[in-house]
C-alpha cells in the first residue's frame, strides 16, 4: 500500500542507526534504517554531485529519486538545487528515514524556504509504478507537474563481485516504463543519472547505453567515475539528456579529503566501445635513479589516465608497469615536477630508485630491509606493496619501531617490483 511521509512531521521513533556523516562539514547525524549505512552515499559524494548538476539547465518540476535508501543523495539535490524532491522507498523504515534526514539537513543548514520543504514528500510504495505514485500525490495535492531529473540507484547484490543487469532492483527498464511519461524535457531530452555498481564491465555498460536508447533514441551520455580516493571508485554513473556532456563521453571526478575544498574534475575520452583501449603494462628495466609514482585506480579506470598524464612535467615519457589493483604504477626517467594540489591526489606518492630487495616482505627479512633504509638516511619507511591484511600493520610497526630511535632524515617507501620477485626501495623527493 502506498503510503505518504513528510519531513515536516516525521517522528524518530523507532528509528535506529543514527550515525554521524564524517564526510560532511555540519557532522550531519543521518538515520540508516534496516542496516541502510554500507549503502548510503557520503553526504561531500552526494553534495559535489548536486553542485555539478548546477550548471545544467533542467525542465521544469520535481527531483524524483524512485529508490531513495536513505535520502541523502535527493537531500543534497534539493538543497543545491532549490527544488522540492519525491523519493520512493519501498522499505517502509528507510522511507521514513529519509524524511528525517532530510529535514535534519533543511534545518541544520538554515533553510528557510518552506514552500520546498512542504512540498517535499517520501513515498512508501513501488518506485516502478508511476502511474499510482503520480495520482497518489496529485490526490494529496503533492505534484502540479512532471518530473524535472530522474536520480535512479538500484540495489544489487550485497557481496558480489559481479552481477546481471537484471539483478538490479528495481531494473532499470521497469523504471523507464514506469516513468517516461512523467518526465519533462527540454531540447537535449530528460535529465537522467543513473548511479549504477563500479563493478559493471565495458558490455554491461553498452547494455546500460542500448537500454536507455531504446526509449530515447540519440541522447547524450556521459559516463561519470567519481573518487576520494583509498584506490577504488566510489560511484559509477551514466549522465543522460540533458544533463550529459555532448562532446565528452567520460567524466573524472576526484573528491579531495578536505570536505572545503572543491574536487578535480576532468572530461574527455573516446565513447564506450567493446574495443575501449585499456590501459597497457609493459616489461621494463628498471634503474636506480629512476622514479616510480602510484597513480589513482579510479582515473585509470575511467580512461583519461594518459591525456592527464602527459600535461605533468614528465610529458608522455613514462611506461606502465602496472595497471591494476589499487596501486597503478608508472615508471619515468624525470622528477615529478608539478604541485598543484589535484596532483597530490591523483598521485599518492612518487619517489626515486634507490635500492632493490630480492626478498619477500616478512617479519623473518623485516631487518633486512631496516639496514638498507639506514643506509640511505630514510626515517620513515611506508610499506606500498600488497601484504597480508593481518601481517602489514606488524611489518609496518616494526619498520617505524626501528626506525624512528635513529636519525635519518628522508622518507621513503617500499614497493614491489610487478614482475619479479623483489622490492624497491624509492625515496620521496
Same mark, same amino acid.
Given at each position: 500500500?502506498?503510503?505518504?511521509?513528510?519531513?515536516?512531521?516525521?517522528?524518530?521513533?523507532?528509528?535506529?542507526?543514527?550515525?554521524?556523516?564524517?564526510?560532511?562539514?555540519?557532522?550531519?547525524?543521518?538515520?540508516?534504517?534496516?542496516?541502510?549505512?554500507?549503502?548510503?552515499?557520503?553526504?561531500?559524494?552526494?553534495?559535489? &554531485?548536486?553542485?555539478?548538476?548546477?550548471?545544467?539547465?533542467?525542465?521544469?518540476?520535481?527531483?524524483?529519486?524512485?529508490?531513495?535508501?536513505?535520502?541523502?543523495?535527493?537531500?543534497?539535490?534539493?538543497?543545491?538545487?532549490?527544488?522540492?524532491?519525491?523519493? /520512493?522507498?519501498?522499505?517502509?523504515?528507510? !522511507?521514513?528515514?529519509?524524511?528525517?534526514?532530510?529535514?535534519? /539537513?533543511?534545518?541544520?543548514?538554515?533553510?528557510?524556504?518552506?514552500?520546498?520543504?512542504?512540498?517535499? /514528500?517520501?513515498?512508501?510504495?513501488?518506485?516502478?509504478?508511476?502511474?499510482?505514485?503520480?495520482?497518489?500525490?496529485?490526490?494529496?495535492?503533492?505534484?502540479?507537474?512532471?518530473?524535472?531529473?530522474?536520480?535512479?540507484?538500484?540495489?544489487?547484490?550485497?557481496?558480489?563481485?559481479?552481477?546481471?543487469?537484471?539483478?538490479?532492483?528495481? &531494473?532499470?527498464?521497469?523504471?523507464?516504463?514506469?516513468?517516461?511519461?512523467?518526465?519533462?524535457?527540454?531540447?537535449?531530452?530528460?535529465?537522467?543519472?543513473?548511479?549504477?555498481?563500479?563493478?559493471?564491465?565495458?558490455?554491461?555498460?553498452?547494455?546500460?547505453?542500448?537500454?536507455?536508447?531504446?526509449?530515447?533514441?540519440?541522447?547524450?551520455?556521459?559516463?561519470?567515475?567519481?573518487?576520494?580516493?583509498?584506490?577504488?571508485?566510489?560511484?559509477?554513473?551514466?549522465?543522460?539528456?540533458?544533463?550529459?556532456?555532448?562532446?565528452?563521453?567520460?567524466?573524472? /571526478?576526484?573528491?579531495?579529503?578536505?570536505?572545503?575544498?572543491?574536487?578535480?574534475?576532468?572530461?574527455?575520452?573516446?565513447?564506450?566501445?567493446?574495443?575501449?583501449?585499456?590501459?597497457?603494462?609493459?616489461?621494463?628495466?628498471?634503474? &636506480?635513479? !629512476?622514479?616510480?609514482?602510484?597513480?589513482?585506480?579510479?582515473?585509470?579506470?575511467?580512461?583519461?589516465?594518459?591525456?592527464?598524464?602527459? +600535461?605533468?612535467?614528465?610529458?608522455?615519457?613514462?611506461?606502465?608497469?602496472?595497471? +591494476?589493483?589499487? &596501486?597503478?604504477?608508472?615508471?619515468?626517467?624525470?622528477?615529478?615536477?608539478?604541485?598543484?594540489?589535484?596532483?597530490?591526489?591523483?598521485?599518492?606518492?612518487?619517489?626515486?630508485?634507490?635500492?632493490?630487495?630480492?626478498?619477500?616482505?616478512?617479519?623473518?627479512?623485516?631487518?633486512?630491509?631496516?639496514?638498507?633504509?639506514?643506509?640511505?638516511?630514510?626515517?620513515?619507511?611506508?610499506?606500498?606493496?600488497?601484504?597480508?591484511?593481518?601481517?602489514?600493520?606488524?611489518?609496518?610497526?616494526?619498520?617505524?619501531?626501528?626506525?624512528?630511535?635513529?636519525?635519518? +632524515?628522508?622518507?621513503?617507501?617500499?614497493?614491489?617490483?610487478?614482475?619479479? !620477485?623483489?622490492?624497491?626501495?624509492?625515496?620521496?623527493?
Amino acid at each position: 500500500m502506498t503510503r505518504l511521509v513528510y519531513p515536516l512531521t516525521e517522528p524518530t521513533t523507532g528509528l535506529f542507526e543514527n550515525n554521524p556523516d564524517r564526510t560532511s562539514v555540519e557532522r550531519f547525524r543521518f538515520f540508516h534504517a534496516d542496516e541502510g549505512k554500507p549503502l548510503a552515499t557520503p553526504w561531500q559524494v552526494a553534495l559535489s &554531485r548536486a553542485i555539478m548538476l548546477r550548471q545544467y539547465q533542467l525542465p521544469e518540476g520535481f527531483i524524483l529519486d524512485c529508490a531513495c535508501g536513505s535520502g541523502i543523495q535527493i537531500t543534497a539535490y534539493s538543497e543545491i538545487l532549490n527544488l522540492p524532491v519525491v523519493g /520512493v522507498e519501498l522499505n517502509e523504515s528507510r !522511507a521514513r528515514a529519509s524524511a528525517v534526514n532530510f529535514r535534519t /539537513v533543511f534545518t541544520e543548514r538554515g533553510g528557510t524556504s518552506l514552500e520546498r520543504l512542504n512540498d517535499t /514528500v517520501f513515498v512508501v510504495g513501488d518506485g516502478r509504478n508511476g502511474d499510482n505514485i503520480m495520482a497518489t500525490l496529485t490526490a494529496a495535492g503533492n505534484v502540479t507537474q512532471n518530473v524535472a531529473f530522474l536520480h535512479l540507484d538500484p540495489a544489487r547484490p550485497r557481496n558480489s563481485r559481479a552481477h546481471a543487469l537484471t539483478e538490479m532492483a528495481p &531494473r532499470l527498464d521497469e523504471v523507464f516504463t514506469g516513468w517516461k511519461k512523467h518526465l519533462n524535457e527540454t531540447q537535449e531530452g530528460p535529465a537522467i543519472l543513473l548511479d549504477l555498481s563500479p563493478r559493471i564491465s565495458t558490455n554491461q555498460m553498452l547494455e546500460v547505453e542500448a537500454l536507455v536508447e531504446s526509449f530515447w533514441p540519440g541522447l547524450h551520455k556521459t559516463w561519470t567515475w567519481t573518487s576520494r580516493g583509498r584506490g577504488r571508485i566510489d560511484r559509477l554513473a551514466l549522465w543522460v539528456g540533458c544533463i550529459a556532456e555532448p562532446d565528452f563521453p567520460r567524466r573524472f /571526478v576526484r573528491i579531495p579529503p578536505d570536505p572545503t575544498q572543491p574536487p578535480f574534475i576532468m572530461l574527455g575520452g573516446e565513447p564506450i566501445t567493446e574495443a575501449s583501449k585499456a590501459v597497457r603494462a609493459v616489461s621494463a628495466n628498471l634503474k &636506480r635513479g !629512476a622514479y616510480l609514482s602510484i597513480v589513482d585506480s579510479a582515473l585509470v579506470e575511467s580512461g583519461l589516465v594518459d591525456e592527464w598524464l602527459q +600535461t605533468l612535467s614528465f610529458g608522455n615519457e613514462y611506461v606502465w608497469l602496472q595497471t +591494476t589493483g589499487r &596501486r597503478p604504477i608508472i615508471y619515468h626517467q624525470k622528477r615529478l615536477e608539478n604541485s598543484a594540489e589535484e596532483r597530490t591526489n591523483l598521485i599518492p606518492i612518487s619517489g626515486r630508485i634507490v635500492d632493490f630487495i630480492d626478498a619477500d616482505l616478512t617479519l623473518d627479512s623485516i631487518d633486512q630491509f631496516v639496514e638498507i633504509a639506514l643506509h640511505h638516511d630514510i626515517q620513515r619507511l611506508t610499506i606500498r606493496a600488497e601484504v597480508a591484511p593481518d601481517l602489514q600493520p606488524k611489518l609496518q610497526g616494526s619498520l617505524d619501531r626501528q626506525l624512528v630511535r635513529r636519525h635519518g +632524515t628522508k622518507e621513503g617507501f617500499i614497493i614491489k617490483h610487478p614482475s619479479q !620477485a623483489q622490492h624497491l626501495i624509492c625515496i620521496v623527493d
